[in-house]
Structures are given as C-alpha cells and as structure tokens.
C-alpha cells in the first residue's frame, strides 16, 4: 500500500469516525484521536524515510492525466513539521478541551488533511480545493470558543482567506486557459513560450493571493484577531502549519511554475524581500503595545514569517536552507510558547501579560522551557532560532541584500524588548494568592518535548538540516521536478 | 463570445464593489456569492467551443469541448456554496450577540 496516499487518507477518515462516536459511544474519543496521532506519526516517518530520491504517486492509475502526489524534499520537510507538531497537540488537546471536544478533534483532523494534501499534491487547482479544506476547518475551529471576539475574527478571517482564495482560482483558471493542464511540471514547460507580460500578471494574482493568507503587512489585520480568542492548542497548528502551507504553496508555484530566473527578471525576489523587511518592523513595533499574551505572540508570529520570507526571496542556495530552517524551528518555538500560555490559561485562566505575574515561582520548568523558547525565537546562542536567523542574514547579505541582514540585527533588538517584558513579568515576585489548579502530565509533556527540541537543534543543527540541504538544487532547477514526474 | 467576457468582467466588479463599500454583513456575503459566480462563468468560457459536442465520446463527432474546467466549475460550486455556508452561519451568530448587521455599529459596541 503507498503510504503517502493514506496521510491524506488517515485524517479524513478519523473525523469521519470521531463524528460517528459522538452518537454512539463517547467515551471512545481519547483513544480514538491518539491512536489515529500515532498511526499517522508512523506513516509520516515512513514516507520521510523514503522522500529521497523524490517519488511520484499515480493516484487511481490514471498517469499523467490524473492528479499525482508527489514526495520530494520540500514536501518532505513540512512531512517533518507535522510529524513533530501533531501527536503531542493533540495529547495536549485530549486534556485541555474542554466544551466541544469532538467538534474540535474533527476539524483538527480535517485541517490536517488539508495541508498534508497541499504539502503532497502536484496539480494546482487540487492544491486549491486542499487549501480550501485546511482553510475552512481552521475558520471553524476559530469560532469554537463561542465568544464575541473570536467571533469576529472568525468573520474577517473568512472574508480575507476568501478573498485570497479568489485570486488564487482566478489565476489558476487563467494558467489553465493558457496552457491546456492542471499538472505542475506540464504547466512549467509550457511557461517557457509565454510573453513576459501574461507571465507577471498571472504571477501578480498568485502572489496576491497567497500573501493574505500568509498575513504580509498591510494584510496581516485578521491575524491577531484570530487567535486572540481561540482554543489555544489550535493557535499551535494555525502558526505552524497553516500559515506555513500558504508559505509551501506560495513558494512551489513560485519556483517550480515560473522558474527562478523568471523571477530574477521581473524583480520578484526585490519585492519579496524588501516587504519582508516593513513587515517585522512594523510587526515587531506592534507586538511591543499588546497587553494580551496570545496577540503579542501572534505579532511575532507575523514577524517570524516575515524572515522566512526573506530567506526564501533572497533566491540562493544558503537563503533558501535558511529560510527552510527557520520555517521549521519557528514552528517548534511557537508551538513552545502557545503551549505554555495555554497551561498558564488552563492553571489560572491568564489572558493578560500582567495575569502571568509571579508564575516563574510556581512553575519552574515550564517557565523555564518558556524562557528558553522566547529567548531562541528572538534568536540568541545556543538555541535554533540563532541558527536559523544567522543563516537568514548570511545569505542576504551574501546576495546583495545588505540592508535586509541589518533590518535583522535591528529586529532582534525589538523582539528582545518585549520578549523582556513579559520574562520579567514571569519572574516578578507577587504577593497575591493565586488560585491554581496543577497542569497534568498530559499538559506537560508535550510541551517539555517541544521545548527540549529547541534546544537540542540548537546544539545538533545537522539532524534536520541533512534533509534541508536537498531542498535548494530541487528547488532552484525546476527541470528536475518536471523530470521526475513526467518521466517517473 | 467576447460578450461573455465582458458579463465576467462586469460580476468581477460588482463584487468587488459590493466587498469594498456596503456596511450590511449580508450584502457582503452577496458580494464573495457574485464574486464566486463569475469564476464560475469564466471557467465554462474556457472550454466553451462554438459547435462543440458533448465529451462523451462514443458517437461520431467533429469538436469536442474540453470536459475538465467543466469538474473543475462543479468542485468550485460547492467550495462556494460550503464557504458562503459558513459565513452566513458566522453572521448569524453575529446578529443573535449584537442584534445588529452594520459594521459600523459593531465597531461602536466594541468600544
């Protein structure tokens, strides 16, 4: 049986069960969701083994006329992040949810689809109807919570990831009246013999459409709306996956469809990173005047993807590992931090910065692990997001981009200050008696797992980058992939 | 033909406009409908051939009109239909809390 089939497979087919349970025996959910966590963790490794040499999958044996799935590093890369993510949210979930507990398991699942489908398929109006998927899942898990803010922000959240995917169709209906085919490779061979100015139009649409629901300055206002008042586990997968994929997707129509040189002509890379640059400032500056713990980390969320963006844009070899990294280790420290607020939330029900007063005292390795994992997303040796980030300014500054590298170091400056101030906060002695009702182990431990990572990829970055390190030649020669899937 | 173009162009624009400038939660949802049905449209124009047969290819025939934007239009009804499903669902929960629809009282109830 191919295992990539089933991760997309796997998921839909549990939320199909847990939907099932819910009217017939409830008390089989925690077993259900975790042992579907752990099959798919074993599929994902799998197929993380096999990545390389990359792989096509003939779904229903249609060859090239059907929609293929294919495995190659990139995807590879984001196999990993679920893999990492996955299991322990959802341990963590089985716990922490509370009302709606399978509505929430379900659109979990149904998100993971999504995006292991987007991470997996090779067609690009499949790569729509995925997003779509993850995308509509995750607007319902917004609005679980039921209160009036996350209601709101699930209604801008669904106008601005709508309005995204519309441009999103509009040019995937326009490549396909002008090359005849949905199959990516096809579609960039036949690129070559279209006119510059249909070639930038047509790039314009994708790169609009993908970048709301990425959330680059101005069109980041749904972002922090969104996970200011949503169940916080989620906010794991949402900053981690979900933003991410729209990155995937971005970044493989970018460079498989047009080519990187297409885009070194039409001054796409510039573009690129000069917007990464206005958006951590600006985002970086906004952090700073939040009050809410969840809004703070959703600004830096906005900023951290704003690097990854550059690292991607800068268009090299090194840039194009670096931003892969930070992609990865981003996804990893913020799961850290949302998983520690959302013990802080579950202990004492904290919402503001000021609520988390004196909470170092009481719990000292979770204060701990966050501490370390705000201190390696502002990026200081010894921990991952250091590496990430220095391998970020190394390569813009290599190629050419040296006011990006200083934008960056400046940067790190401003995440420092409000990073501070809420460790500061943390570790202020408070007279008040604080009602608190103790986390279990089954809150702990995922996020003492994510939080070690942190560190050990830090001190051992060669474990994930011997898998990045195949992404560039991948991805800066899109004859390779039009090779592998038309010829294999 | 390029009549049919133009009836694209112009839904585009309605929606847009209709996103852009009505304060009423539902007339903007009015507006992702027509936005949603103009892709729509453009996708049937796509494969549209004048004198084209059915592509079912059993019988003789001379044109055959291309049957994958067709798919492609059905997959894309029901991203539309489920998407404005969830919006009016999000904007009734709207009304129910605020008892209003206008954006602009519910930025004052927020305060």
Not at chain 1, 395 to 406: D, L, M, P, R, W
Request: charged share 10%.
């Amino acid at each position: 049986m191919e295992a990539a089939v089933w991760l997309i497979i796997l998921p839909l087919l549990t939320a199909f069960f847990i939907g099932i349970s819910k009217l017939y025996f409830k008390k089989i959910l925690a077993p259900l969701v975790t042992g579907s966590a752990i099959i798919y963790l074993y599929l994902l490794i799998l197929v993380i083994n096999h990545s390389y040499p990359p792989k096509v999958y003939n779904v229903g044996a249609w060859g090239l006329m059907g929609i293929n799935l294919m495995v190659d590093p990139f995807s590879a890369m984001f196999l990993l992040m679920i893999a990492i993510l996955f299991l322990p949210v959802i341990i963590f979930s089985v716990k922490y949810i509370k009302s709606h507990k399978h509505k929430y398991f379900i659109f979990t699942y149904l998100m993971t689809a999504g995006i292991a489908g987007m991470v997996l398929t090779a067609d690009l109006f499949n790569l729509y109807v995925f997003l779509e998927v993850s995308s509509l899942s995750s607007c319902a898990l917004v609005a679980l919570k039921n209160t009036n803010k996350g209601i709101e922000g699930t209604f801008k959240y669904l106008i601005m990831s709508t309005l995204g995917s519309f441009f999103i169709l509009l040019a995937t209906i326009l490549t396909y009246s002008l090359t005849g085919t949905l199959n990516m490779a096809e579609i960039s061979l036949e690129f070559k013999d279209i006119p510059f100015q249909i070639k930038s139009t047509l790039m314009s649409f994708f790169v609009f459409g993908y970048v709301i629901k990425i959330g680059l300055i101005p069109l980041h206002a749904w972002i922090p709306d969104t996970y200011e008042d949503s169940p916080i586990p989620y906010n794991v997968l949402s900053s981690g996956l979900v933003m991410k994929s729209a990155v995937y997707a971005l970044i493989k129509v970018l460079y498989i469809i047009f080519g990187i040189d297409f885009l070194d002509q039409s001054g796409m890379l510039h573009i690129g990173v000069f917007w990464g640059v206005i958006t951590f400032i600006v985002a970086h500056l906004l952090a700073y005047q939040q009050s809410n713990l969840s809004r703070l980390l959703a600004y830096s969320s906005v900023a951290q993807i704003a690097y990854i963006t550059i690292g991607l844009f800068v268009g090299t070899e090194g840039g194009l590992i670096a931003g892969n990294f930070h992609i990865l280790n981003h996804a990893i420290m913020k799961g850290t931090l949302f998983l520690v607020t959302a013990i802080f939330y579950y202990s004492l029900s904290a919402v503001k910065i000021e609520d988390i007063k004196g909470l170092g005292y009481k719990f000292p390795i979770l204060s701990f692990i966050f501490v370390v994992a705000s201190l390696a997303i502002v990026g200081l040796p010894p921990f991952n997001g250091f590496i990430s980030k220095w391998l970020i300014v190394e390569a813009a500054i290599e190629s050419g981009f040296v006011y990006a590298g200083f934008f960056i170091l400046v940067g790190t400056f401003l995440s420092l200050t409000y990073y501070l101030k809420v460790i500061v906060t943390l570790y202020t002695k408070t007279e008040k008696e604080l009602l608190i009702v103790k986390p279990t182990l089954s809150l702990r431990l995922p996020t003492i797992f994510l939080g070690s990572l942190c560190i050990l990829f830090g001190i051992v970055p060669s474990i994930p980058l011997s898998l990045i390190n195949k992404i560039p030649k991948f991805l800066l020669d899109n004859g390779e992939y039009i090779r592998i899937l038309l010829g294999g | 033909m390029e009549l049919a173009y133009v009836v694209v162009i112009i839904l585009l624009s309605l929606g847009m406009y209709t996103i852009i400038t009505k304060k009423n939660l539902i007339k903007i949802v009015m507006g992702f409908t027509i936005l949603e049905s103009s892709l729509i449209l453009l996708l049937i124009l796509v494969s549209y051939k004048p004198g084209g047969a059915a592509p079912i290819l059993d019988k003789p025939y001379e044109i055959v009109v291309d049957p994958i934007p067709q798919a492609l239009a059905l997959t894309a009804i029901v991203i539309g239909a489920s998407v404005t499903a969830v919006m009016l669902a999000v904007v009734i929960k709207i009304y129910k809390r605020y008892g209003t629809l206008n954006v602009d009282e519910l930025r004052k109830l927020r305060g």
